[in-house]
């Protein structure tokens, strides 16, 4: 029996700040560097921050439409599961599964090892091995967390909220009253749009890829749809007051490093917020590593939960093998997903950047076909009741953004981008085979069969009751603020 439901109407007009903390991670930690290498001025790498979070934001409004015209849990996977059929879900899941979810969580990872070992190492680059050990153990060990209780994870996520909080308060803070003290010559506009090379397209585009990493979490409440109160009112609200404010935190992180660091340092640096702190804080700059560390520890939980719950939907649906949608009989956690993901993950781990590179290019091009798939479902169905209908240049600038950014990203980074098209692509015969095909020889049952009894009797795990409120299914949703359904609109 499953031990936690969310019920209908848990999340309301907090639901901004429930963004925001979800958004604001390590990613602020990590590309500032790759902004500014790839944008290559200070000024230029500030646009592109400026930018990114406008292009979340358009993106946000869409997302919110579709969340409350398609309320089912699953964010994109199910809206376009439910626009264009198994196949492309399918595609969505697998690419998730494959590329998105392992890749952000080595990440994380290899960020939260750089940023413990940093100190240690403060003259040079922190040994490969020792980095991937580091990031190896705090996987496993939270993998551990998560398959032996929900409360302990939830609890862990609470806790180190705090650190992602005290180090970017801080950076801040000293970064502004560095500029009150009169150090903020490099954000001058005659010296910030200084650059030795002019960047190309294909650069910037690479800029805001690396930018979009720290952005990633925008669609968080699209998870949790059922759950907002007045979904009509409080998405866009949310959306209207969290993407903003992530844009002014994370451009004053930016503006602080600069105050305080030149574009060579923080270049040349590993760990650019320890970097920081060990310019400005002397004695206290022990703080700014153990901050980091506690941010990207919590990242690091977070996501392990979030993509194992995409395993465990992706099961349910019959898209993944039906071990991934059992959980414990005791503990009511999702074994199996845990152990994939995390085997995966620790098999994906390399260089930071351009895994970046890598990850953001499949996030933009699944948010792409999630937002095409927006105007393709009121084209198919142009009476359906919309609770929230973005204006239709919303979704268009966002495309139009979004196969400039895909063509010259593709084109500048060929293979780290390319890789990545190619696996989410090796789902088409998967599915063909695995999902499409329903009349397989009876031996190919046999072993499915019998590779889940034996993961059944090694995880302890078993199937969970439904959830009454997946059951009763989308057609019974009523808009809470006009208390008109979908199913009565159409008629």
Known sequence: QLCLVLTRGSIGPAASLKISGNIIGSGIFISPKGVLEHSGSVGLALVVWVLGGCIAALGSLCYAELGVTIPKSGGDYSYVTEIFGGLMGFLLLWSAVLIMYPTTLAVIAL????????????????????????????????????????????????????????????IIVVGLVQ???????????????????????????????????????????????????EPRRNLPRAIYISIPLVTFVYTLTNIAYFSSMSPEELLSSNAV?????????????????ISVALSTFGGINGYLFTSSRLCFSG??????????????????????????????????????HNLIN???????????????????????KPNLYRPIKVNLLVPVCYLM???????????????????????????????FLGV???????????????????GQRLCFVVFPQFDPIEIAGPSEWTDRSSGRSSLSANS
Request: charged fraction near 10%; charge should be positive; proline fraction near 5%.
């Open 111 to 170: 960020t939260f090892s750089s940023y413990v070992l940093q100190p240690v190492f403060p003259n040079c680059v922190p040994p490969y091995m020792a980095t991937r050990m580091l990031s190896a153990t705090c996987l496993l060990l939270l993998t551990w967390v998560n398959c032996s209780s929900v409360r302990m994870a939830t609890r862990i996520q609470d806790v180190f909220t705090v650190g992602k909080l005290m180090a970017l308060g801080l």
């Open 401 to 431: 953004f979004w196969a400039l950014l895909l063509g010259f990203s593709l084109y500048s980074e060929p293979v780290v981008c390319g890789v990545g098209l190619v696996i989410m692509l090796t789902g088409v015969p998967v599915y």
């Open 436 to 454: 499409h095909w329903k009349e397989k020889p009876k031996c190919i049952y046999n072993f499915i069969e019998r590779a889940t009894y034996v």
């Open 179 to 229: 500029i009150c003290n009169g150090n903020y010559e490099a954000l001058t506009p005659q010296v910030a749009f200084s650059m030795e090379r002019t960047p190309s397209v294909g650069q910037i585009a690479l800029a805001f890829l690396q930018a979009s990493f720290a952005f990633s979490g925008w669609n968080f409440l699209n998870y949790v749809t059922e759950e907002v109160v």
């Open 358 to 380: 890598y990850v953001s290019f499949i996030n933009y091009l699944s948010y792409g076909v999630t937002i095409a798939g927006l105007l393709y479902h009121r084209w198919k």
């Open 315 to 352: 099961a349910r649906e019959g898209h993944l093998p039906s071990l991934l949608a059992m959980i414990h009989y005791k503990n009511c956690t999702p074994i199996p997903a845990l152990l994939c993901a995390a085997t995966i993950v620790i098999l994906c781990i390399g260089e930071t």
């Open 273 to 289: 917020a320890v970097t920081f702190g060990e310019k400005l804080l002397g004695m206290f700059s022990v703080i700014m590593p």
